[in-house]
């Protein structure tokens, strides 16, 4: 495990919570001005929105560094008609320009709400192909541990996961900006806070759920695998990395299922802000170390079938 | 050149393990301690069993001679984000470096594990048939060098004319993956694709 597949780990990881909190907060955008007024919703959505694009960036940044040739990296679009790698850098690009072109309507409050929802549903399409060619790439015959349905689904849940969470952070620490401010009315806005943080603890339980069970049945699919490589890679898994997969699952639980539940319990008790900030910070530490993990695990328990 | 695949010829009966070719290689490339475009798997197995009063050997060992297959569905061509993998006329893939950004994605492709990374340059390197001998003419490096004459090279239908079109023996994965320009002569103890009576002996040299 060398610094190439860290810088691998690093991407996959940033540019899947890049989209899970470009679409996430969509909806949860959605779903607020229904019961909030929109300049409510927007003092929160707007900071965590332009947040997304120094995490993008640095992801691709980390990217480079798998490359053994960075300088030539502007190549890596030349095989678009085969290679699903050039693919997923395309898509990963015009992700980042649409969504980049979206915060700044967003923010500076440029065209019709109807324009700006196009170009965020356009954004939020060209995210999901991001994703799913990311998945692709590993779809290889020669590595049964990826070729599977299972790995489009995790990475589909590590964005949405990873993304609720970090929405989650965007969200306390935008608050505690705005009750900074002289004159704001922090009544609504803490309301429209515990709303949101609660839909989001919600669906994180849901999301890690369908995680770890994924996770569990990926082991028994390699198992029972025809190929030696399938079985040893299941071996490997619960094997030499059994500790680091066994403390994987454990955050993941302790992060999603049971800081969510103690989040969701201090918002309709209103606890103290910093007692909630907190929580909601450890969730997405936790979290965000569990996904690290497994993505870790993907990359260093995969048994390829060659020689 | 020629517009029908170039292929390899293996003999395994006659193949001694010598690593003669996998020398070769190195030297006409001039590759570094670690970068090994040709490599020779030793595949072993059996036991003794006893027999009435008896001991009996079933042991067994040969040895499979493996570079760059010049696949004809070369996955690592299609893999290539800056498509520096190419496929000539001729059926000879190569890589041309200074396309390649090395991301080594071919790498988890291929299924003989013929790229071969350099560190020092940051690139991807492989067989490359010993093109410029074949432009001369002249056989490949591997080839020439075999003191028991168990290689051969040609158009691969050619080839299968000749010694029949066995494209795998075991540990050698399923051949209809990427269709690779081989044919094997087997060996009297071989094993056939997928077995699992042996394992590969030299796992630490190849």
């Known amino acids: 495990m060398g610094l190439h597949d860290w810088s691998l780990i690093i991407f996959t990881i940033l540019g899947q919570m890049s989209v899970g909190v470009f679409l996430i907060l ?69 992700f980042a320009a649409t969504g980049a072109l979206f915060a700044l309507l967003q923010w500076r409050k440029i065209g019709s709400f109807a324009l700006r929802r196009v170009v965020a549903l356009v954004a939020a399409a060209l995210g999901i192909a ?5 998945a ?11 070729n599977l349905w299972v790995t489009p689904l995790t990475f589909i849940v590590t964005s949405l996961l990873t993304g609720a969470l970090a929405i989650g952070v965007a ?8 009750r900074k401010r002289e004159g704001a009315d922090h009544a609504a806005l803490a309301s429209l806070l515990y709303d949101s943080l609660r839909g989001l603890v919600l669906a994180a339980v849901v999301l890690v759920g369908v995680q770890l069970v994924t996770v569990s049945l990926h082991v028994t699919v390699l198992s029972a695998g025809e190929t030696s490589a399938a079985v040893d890679s299941a071996a490997a ?53 569990s996904e690290v993990l497994g993505r870790y695990l993907f990359y260093a328990a995969s048994v390829p079938i060659t020689i | 050149m020629s517009d029908q695949q170039m292929a390899f010829y293996i003999d395994l009966a006659a193949c001694s393990g010598c690593k003669a070719c996998q020398i070769a290689c190195k030297d006409k ?39 760059c297959l010049h696949c004809q569905d070369a996955p690592c061509a299609e893999a290539c984000p800056s498509a520096a993998i190419v496929k000539r006329d001729d059926g000879v893939v190569l890589i041309e470096a200074d396309r390649c950004i090395g991301c080594r994605y071919c790498e988890w492709t291929c299924p003989y594990g013929a790229l071969q990374f350099d560190d020092e340059t940051g690139k991807m390197t492989k067989c490359d048939f010993c093109a410029d001998y074949l432009e001369e003419g002249k056989e490949p490096a591997c080839v020439a060098s075999c003191p028991m004459r168990a290689m051969d090279y040609g158009p691969l239908d050619e080839l299968r004319d000749r010694y029949g079109d066995l494209a795998a023996v075991a540990p050698l994965p399923d051949p209809s993956i990427s269709r690779p320009a081989v044919v094997f002569g087997p060996h009297p103890d071989s094993r056939a694709r997928g077995s699992a009576s042996g394992r590969i002996g030299n796992l630490e040299e190849v």
């Open chain 1, 237 to 289: 898994l619960t094997g030499d990395f059994g500790v680091v997969f066994g403390l994987r699952l454990t955050l993941a639980f302790v992060g999603a299922a049971i800081f969510g539940f103690l989040i969701y319990r201090s918002t309709i008790w209103a606890t103290s802000q910093r007692t909630i900030g907190t929580l909601v910070g450890g969730a997405f530490g936790l979290v965000l170390v």
């Open chain 2, 29 to 67: 490339n001039d590759l570094d301690v670690g970068n090994m475009w040709r490599r020779v798997v030793e595949y072993v197995g059996g036991d003794w069993t006893r027999s009435g009063d008896a001991w009996v050997s079933t042991v067994y060992a040969y040895s499979v001679t493996v570079s």
């Open chain 1, 136 to 146: 692709l790439i590993y779809m290889l015959p020669l590595q049964p541990a990826w």
């Open chain 1, 171 to 178: 969200f306390v620490a935008s608050y505690a900006y705005e």
């Open chain 1, 130 to 134: 991001f994703v799913v060619t990311m």
């Open chain 1, 26 to 94: 969509g909806i949860v955008h959605t779903i607020a001005v229904r019961r909030h007024p929109i300049e409510e919703v927007e003092r929160l959505t707007d900071r965590a929105l332009l947040a997304i694009g120094p995490v993008l960036v640095l992801g691709f940044i980390a990217s480079l560094g798998h490359l053994g040739s960075p300088v030539n990296a502007y190549l890596s679009l030349l095989n678009v008609a085969e290679s699903w790698l050039s693919r997923e850098i395309l898509f990963g690009t015009l």
